[in-house]
Structures are given as C-alpha cells and as structure tokens.
C-alpha cells in the first residue's frame, strides 16, 4: 500500500542514507535521508528495528528526517518503534517530510522544522488491477487508513478531524511556521537555543542563576498573539 501521492517520480529515485549513530550511552542520533520501505533501497521497518534495538536503553534519541514518503505500513511501524521507545525522542525536519514521513515527524516528543523545510499531508493511494469487487474492496482499506491518518494529524494538532480531513484529501504542503501555527511541529531549528542563550547570558549578568520555571520563549508568545488576534476576529464578526 503506497502513500505517495503526487510526489514527482525523480524524488522517490533520491538516493537513500540510514543509519542509527550512538553518540554516547545514553544519547543516539537517527538519520532517515530517503524513501521509506524497500523501493530504491529505502529504510525498511525490519532494518529499523534491529538497529533500534542494538542501541540498547538509550535516554534521549534525536531523529533527522528528509523523505518524500513510501510505504504507509513500513512508515507507521517506524512511528510506532519511535513511540514505543523509552527514550525521548526529538524530531528534525531538515528537508520535507512528505505523506507517511510526517508520520514518522509525529513520533517525536518534539517536532522541530529546519529552516526552508516543510511537511506534506495527503490520502494514501496506490495502484492495482481487478474486478469490481476488487476495487471496492481497496477504496474500503484506503479510507480507512485515511481515517488512521486523520485521527493521527488531529490527536497532535488538538484540531477537530473535519478539518484536518479537509486538509489531507486537498494534499497540502506546510512551511515551518505554517506546520508549528497548525500544531503539526512544535518550534524552528536554532529559535528556542537562542532565546534560551541571550536569557543565560543577561540573568547571569544580573546575577541569577536559574531560569523561571513558568518562563515563556518567542514561539509561545507569538502562539498567544495569534489565538488573541482570531479571538478578537471572532467576537467581531459574531456580536449583534
């Protein structure tokens, strides 16, 4: 079962780079650079779980992710290896996760976008050939990992399913601000550090040690901002 959707013929023929790196006994750094299942020597499930595995009881595991999509089944046995993990796994968008590839992004505890990365959303699809019940029965098993999906993007985003459905039948690509704004990524490769940095750096010239537990960085500032700006569209539009 295929969800690549209208992804151009050259990106699935990308050449692929896997590979599961321990950087210490308790940190590991996975790299998904290409297609996800067995075409064109993409990442399968079986060869990520054995490596996974091989990594023993890790704390903190950091995913980098490139990849225009592949098999929607080897893809949500990823996700579900990642989610199952112990660890706490965060998520680099560093080019595009596309079809089953945002999938496996939603795995992390955290989802960061690089700079100029995106994520694509879409209807699985695939090609077959048969008789009418035959093609009746596969619009049935497509749908329903449609519904998988939808329940998926909804759960991360907090959005009700209708539109989150409106958005994966349109197939819809989101930049970084787009995707954090949904509620698809949580933050911009590089944004909390420096925030968190230039704080360091002025309270430890005033003398503090430590930083606010309740303290807010720049992202969840602007969040605030824009839910107060649609509140205040809202009560506009609907007062009498």
Aim: glycine share 8%.
């Amino acid at each position: 079962m295929d969800c690549g959707g209208s992804v151009p013929k050259n990106l699935l023929s990308q050449s692929s780079e896997f590979k599961i790196v321990a950087k210490s006994n308790s940190e590991a750094e996975i790299i998904i650079y290409g297609v996800i299942g067995g075409w064109y020597d993409g990442v399968t499930a079986a060869q990520f779980q054995k490596e996974l595995k091989a990594l023993g009881d890790v704390k903190k595991i950091t995913v980098r992710l490139n990849s225009v999509g592949g098999d929607v089944f080897e893809g949500w046995t990823i996700y579900n290896l990642l989610k199952q993990h112990k660890a706490e796994v965060t998520v680099y968008v560093d080019g595009l996760a596309a079809s089953i590839a945002s999938i496996i992004a939603l795995s992390g505890d955290k989802v960061i976008m690089g700079e100029g990365s995106q994520i694509m959303i879409h209807s699985a699809w695939t090609g077959m050939y048969g008789n009418a019940r035959d093609f009746e029965a596969i619009i049935t098993r497509l749908e329903s990992i449609d519904e998988q999906l939808i329940k998926t993007y909804a759960n991360k985003t907090g959005k009700d399913k209708e539109h989150i459905r409106t958005l994966v039948h349109a197939e819809t690509y989101f930049t970084a601000d787009e995707a954090i704004e949904l509620g698809l990524a949580d933050e911009k490769s590089g944004e909390s550090q420096a925030i968190a940095a230039c704080l360091i750096q002025k309270m430890s010239a005033m003398g503090i040690k430590k930083l606010p537990k309740n303290l807010k960085t720049e992202n969840d500032l602007t969040k605030e901002k824009l839910v107060n700006t649609k509140n205040k569209i809202l009560q506009f539009t609907t007062r009498k």
